[in-house]
């Protein structure tokens, strides 16, 4: 079955929210986004409760709103494999799941829900690990998530788990930031034509 390509807007949070929603404007009203929301805060109360109201402004818009970690930045004194360790030195201690133990992914996902439910905006449509390291499929689904990503596959209870292609920019040099575009243009013609490919994903960043 064909799926339509998804639009993800990684990394937002209390910070942010504001600028987020102001470039969300410059794109088709009839774009369903994914918003990665970080829910980790120590704001003051008054932001917070902004932050929920967009929240849920967003969602009557019809976008869906993602559990994207704890806080998003590793760590560091979690015990962690080699892999996870090297996997921090590259992303800049973004992959806050990488290399952890199930008992302490465990755990994180717990604090992560708690810190959602402080939100105040209802039950998180899915979850995508910060900078997608960390292998939480199953424990996804053992928490309930009806949606899941990862680096190369999106998964939905429904319709299942779909290869998929992201296109993001993100740690990218910006003299190829042109290039990723135009190879991300030519791939939506071709998923427009042959729609047995893999799923394209349009991610931002703030």
């Known amino acids: 079955m064909h799926c ?3 639009h993800e807007f990684h990394d ?3 910070c942010n929210f504001l600028d987020i929603a102001t470039e969300l404007q ?3 009203s ?13 704001d003051s109360e008054s932001c917070t409760e902004k932050f929920t109201l967009q929240l849920l402004k967003w969602r009557k ?5 993602y559990l994207h970690g704890y806080r998003h930045k590793a760590d560091l004194n979690m015990k962690r494999s080699l892999l996870g360790r ?12 990488a290399g952890l133990s199930e008992n302490e992914s465990r755990m994180l996902m ?18 995508v690990a910060p900078a997608w390291y960390g292998s ?19 998964w939905n209870k429904d319709k299942g788990l779909r290869f998929s292609i992201p296109f993001s920019t993100a740690g990218i040099p910006k003299f190829l930031i042109p290039v990723i575009k135009i190879c991300e243009k030519i791939y939506l013609k071709l998923y427009g034509i042959f729609g047995f490919l893999p799923v394209p994903r349009i991610v931002l960043h703030p």
């Open 86 to 97: 090297l996997v921090l030195r590259f992303t800049n201690s973004e992959a806050e799941f």
């Open 30 to 42: 009839s774009i369903s986004w994914n918003l990665m929301v970080i829910p980790f805060f120590e």
């Open 4 to 6: 339509s390509p998804v």
């Open 136 to 154: 939480l499929f199953s424990l996804c689904k053992d928490f309930g998530f009806k949606n899941y990503g990862s680096r190369f596959f999106i």
């Open 12 to 14: 937002v949070c209390v």
């Open 110 to 127: 717990d604090k992560a829900l708690q810190a959602w439910q402080k939100l105040n905006a209802g039950e998180a449509d899915g979850f």
């Open 26 to 28: 410059k794109f088709d």
């Open 61 to 65: 818009c019809g976008h869906n709103l």
